[in-house]
């Protein structure tokens, strides 16, 4: 199985500051079609997942576009340009190259 | 408005059974392959499961390939979680999620609010 791990676990950040989780892979998401599937999820406390960023950087209708994406291979990076009080939550990657799917361990980010 | 509705879920022993279904509504269902993931409390998220739009393909996790079975009835829109042989472990909200075509898995672009299941004697 690919094991996608992310770092940090835990993220504290100010009012109006950036943010950026890593999600590593343990072997390449390009799939036979060339493309990559890496996707970014965010969980708000009490709420079900949401998709923010999918195929690596390509942002889902109405997230904001203080959210990006980058990467490639089996390194990837989510970015908060800004972070905001409802930015707070869990946020995991999940690739969706290989079978099985798999998740990484989630990124709590807190507000400090 | 694209819904997904889960119910079913339920307070039940090891080694018992449940089904869960899901409910979709504001798609055209038969369109999209759906999937099943699955968070226990306070943890992360599992995938469980994933079924085709016309439903002939099934896939699931290794730890759940024999106990579980997705299925769909395009004619109702719903898509069914049947969970036999439950184990305390198999405790967890779950959630159905919508893929992106008939035949394309790994994305969830679209989630249900989850159904509740706890396996406990």
């Known amino acids: 199985d690919v094991v996608m791990t992310q770092s940090p676990l835990s993220l504290p950040v100010s009012l109006g500051q950036p943010a950026s989780i890593s999600c590593r892979s343990s072997q390449s998401l390009v799939f036979s079609d060339g493309i990559t599937y890496l996707t970014w999820f965010q969980q708000r406390p009490g709420q079900s997942p949401r998709r923010l960023i999918y195929k690596v950087s390509n942002r889902d209708s109405g997230v904001p576009d203080k959210f990006s994406g980058s990467g490639s291979g089996t390194d990837f990076t989510l970015k908060i340009s800004r972070v905001e009080a409802e930015d707070v939550g869990v946020y995991y990657c999940?690739?969706?190259?290989?079978?099985?799917?798999?998740f990484g361990q989630g990124t709590r980010l807190e507000i400090k | 408005e694209v819904q997904l509705l889960e119910s079913g879920g339920n307070l039940v022993q090891p080694g018992g059974s449940l089904r869960l279904s899901c409910a979709a509504s504001?798609?055209?269902?038969?369109?999209?392959?759906m999937g099943w993931v699955r968070q226990i409390p306070e943890k992360g998220l599992e995938w469980v499961a994933d079924i085709s739009g016309s439903g002939a393909k099934t896939f699931y996790a290794d730890s759940m390939k024999g106990r579980f079975t997705i299925s769909r009835d395009n004619a109702k829109n719903t898509l069914y979680l049947h969970m036999n042989r439950l184990r305390v472990e198999d405790t967890a909200v779950y959630y159905c999620a919508r893929e992106v075509a008939s035949e394309s898995y790994g994305h969830f672009e679209r989630w249900g609010q989850g159904t509740l299941v706890t396996v406990s004697s």
């Open positions: 999940m690739q969706g190259s290989h079978w099985p799917l798999t």
């Open positions: 504001g798609f055209t269902f038969s369109s999209y392959a």
